[in-house]
């Protein structure tokens, strides 16, 4: 694909291997997860060596997670304020997953739905990382009525957080012209006009 | 130690029924607290058949040697001194697995096979197939299963399952030369202790009694207590114990309805993109772009 020069840089190539580390961490904290979360899904420990190996591997998987999440929610932080604008957004949502995004309120770099992801997210992996410490048999013996209360916590939050991400790949799917921005970085004109239009006043100088 | 499989009434992580046509007589161990004199022929019998050797460890000032169940300890006695009425009362108790009829363990674990019930009651690791997360702890009401140093697996009594397979009592029972160690069909046992709590009530222990705990369905090794209106006097054996309402919620209905969940927003998504179609930039804006470059 020939890229069009005039095309909108929507994230640098570090922000870009940050998300796709997050991302790759995610993948295999879910599988590997999912495999102790109910048993019709223990097979998937076998993408991992085995049951014992998915049990080994996936809190270490989750420190590289949890220190790339860091790194990202210090890059994107500032850019996820809500604003009123976007609660305007939200309380239309209805609107824009019927398909009709026309008379949507004008968003920034992002919308309403993306923000609200963003910080649900945070508060996902702030769960995650605390009640997984303590159900870390390997390095850590608490309380049993401590990892018990850690492994409902971790178990509900992982289960809401693979909705989450299930949402957020889906709209990527949906808005034709987005995954390419997690690829190599840039969007066309035309997806930053539809979709972020007060961004592409920004970046563009132009209405 | 694998029993012969038709025997496997429960297997954890496993969704359908275990091979159930054969019936077998439901056992149990009765410690007859009130009799032990605490020798620890038990342990050191449990040791010999078992042939596990944990390490020698330190003198902590009491009779209590391991100080700890532990994956090479299966059963410990545990001493504890009371003054009962002016009187000093030296408690012992056999401490280990006590073979749950709804075993919290088995509950908890995700591995498939890794924890079975036999139909007679039962309670057995197959560690062949134990990943050693430990989740058999966080489920067991009665802090029991320890996992090993040495290979990450879980370990406890395992009520020889291997000697009553073949028509013999436990290890610890053969060993014990007071009889307060006894073995035979659950029944059996209820009986032999209903006969024993007559006696130690005779005797001015108007509140001895059993020890079958019915929140955890009942249990397959029970104790004859002097005090079964306290057993917390016996180093803190749990007065009503039950599997956490907390384990009930991680292993219970909260899963299926969570994977039926996820399973809907996966189809939702589907069907979203199958009957809106996707959101594309439009026509018009592209081409008001085009004519803006042009001019």
């Known amino acids: 694909m020939i890229r069009n020069p005039k095309d909108l840089q929507r994230y640098t190539a570090p922000e870009r291997a940050n998300h796709w580390v997050v991302g790759i961490c995610f993948i295999l904290l879910a599988l590997s997860g999912l495999a102790f979360f109910h048993p019709a899904f223990f097979p998937l420990a076998q993408l991992f060596g085995g049951g014992t190996w998915a049990r080994i591997l996936h809190p270490y998987v989750g420190v590289i997670m949890a220190l790339s999440f860091v790194r990202m929610f210090f890059r994107f932080r500032e850019l996820n304020r809500m604003t009123p ?60 009525v401590v990892v018990r209360f850690g492994a409902v916590i971790h178990a509900a939050t992982a289960a809401v957080m693979i909705g989450l991400i299930m949402v957020h790949i889906y709209a990527a799917i949906w808005v034709k012209g987005t995954i390419r921005a997690m690829w190599y970085g840039t969007v066309t004109r035309g997806w930053a006009r539809q979709h972020h239009r007060a961004w592409y006043r920004q970046m563009t100088g132009k209405s | 130690m694998a029993l012969q499989s038709l025997d496997i009434a429960r297997r954890s992580a496993t969704t359908t029924d275990s091979p159930s046509v054969r019936q077998t007589t439901e056992v149990a161990k009765l410690i007859d607290v009130t009799t032990c004199i605490g020798c620890k022929a038990c342990q050191a019998a449990c040791m010999e058949w078992n042939d596990i050797r944990d390490e020698v460890g330190s003198n902590s000032g009491i009779y209590d040697n391991p100080r700890d169940l532990s994956a090479e300890s299966w059963t410990v006695m545990r001493y504890a001194e009371v003054e009962e009425a002016g009187k000093l009362e030296w408690l012992i108790r056999k401490d280990g697995c006590m073979h749950c009829a709804e075993p919290g363990c088995l509950k908890a674990c995700p591995a498939p096979g890794a924890i079975v019930q036999y139909a007679n009651g039962i309670v057995d690791f197959h560690e062949e197939n134990c990943i050693g997360c430990g989740y058999c702890i966080t489920g067991c009401p009665f802090n029991v299963p320890r996992i090993s140093k040495k290979d990450n697996k879980a370990y406890k009594c395992t009520l020889c399952s291997d000697r009553v397979a073949v028509g013999q009592e436990p290890a610890c029972i053969k060993a014990c030369p007071t009889g307060a160690l006894q073995f035979g069909s659950k029944q059996q046992m209820k009986d032999y202790a209903e006969e024993r709590i007559v006696d130690l009530k005779e005797r001015g222990f108007k509140d001895a009694g059993l020890y079958d705990p019915q929140g955890v369905g009942g249990t397959h090794v029970m104790y004859v207590l002097h005090h079964a209106d306290r057993p917390q006097l016996y180093n803190n054996l749990p007065e009503n114990p039950s599997i956490s309402p907390m384990v009930a919620l991680w292993k219970g209905v909260a899963k299926p309805l969570a994977t039926l969940a996820l399973a809907g927003i996966a189809f939702s998504s589907l069907f979203h993109y199958v009957i809106k179609g996707p959101n594309e930039v439009s026509k018009e804006l592209e081409d008001e772009l085009e004519e803006e470059d042009a001019s």
């Not at chain 1, 949502?93 to 309120?105: A, I, K, T």
């Not at chain 1, 508060?123 to 390997?138: D, E, P, Q, Y």
């Open chain 1, 85 to 144: 604008a976007d609660r305007e957004w939200l309380s239309r949502v209805g609107e824009m997953v019927d398909g009709n995004d026309h008379n949507m309120p004008v968003q920034g770099k992002y919308n309403g739905g993306q923000k609200l992801l963003f910080w649900a997210l945070v508060v996902c992996m702030a769960l995650l990382v605390i009640s997984g410490i303590v159900t870390w048999r390997a390095w850590l013996n608490l309380p049993v």
